[in-house]
């Protein structure tokens, strides 16, 4: 089993950049891909980005392409998501999500483990 803690969330202004944060417990996180999810306030959650497992092959959502980067730190057991150019339409919980599944990255279902969430507010 896999604990995933997300840090890194605040309130920050439009153009802003933040970097969040998802820790895993447990001694088998190479084995997971990773993803970022995010839920608005009245809207369903998202599929935000994804890392494989040890490839580093990522992808991105549309909407955060060429702004939102993830990555991962195996021996820290750490997946990241690097936020640059934030808009206010950035603003959501933001959850990161551990996968033994291989492929449709972007699907919810395919995600076994969640983490808590992380609010991200982006002010204009």
């Known amino acids: 089993q896999v604990q995933l803690v997300e840090s890194g969330g605040g309130l920050v202004q439009a153009g802003d950049s933040l970097r969040l944060s998802c820790a895993a417990s447990g001694r088998t996180f190479s084995m997971y891909a990773m993803g970022w999810f995010r839920q608005a306030p009245g809207k369903e959650r998202e599929f935000v980005a994804a890392i494989r497992r040890s490839s580093g092959i990522t992808y991105s959502a549309d909407s955060v392409k060429g702004r939102f980067t993830i990555s991962r730190d195996n021996a820290k057991n750490t997946v990241y998501l690097q936020m640059n150019s934030l808009k206010p339409e950035d603003t959501a919980v933001y959850y990161c999500?551990?996968?033994?599944?291989?492929?449709?990255?972007?699907?919810?279902?395919?995600?076994?483990?969640w983490g808590q969430g992380t609010q991200v507010t982006v002010s204009s």
């Open positions: 999500a551990a996968s033994l599944n291989s492929g449709s990255y972007y699907r919810e279902d395919k995600y076994h483990y």
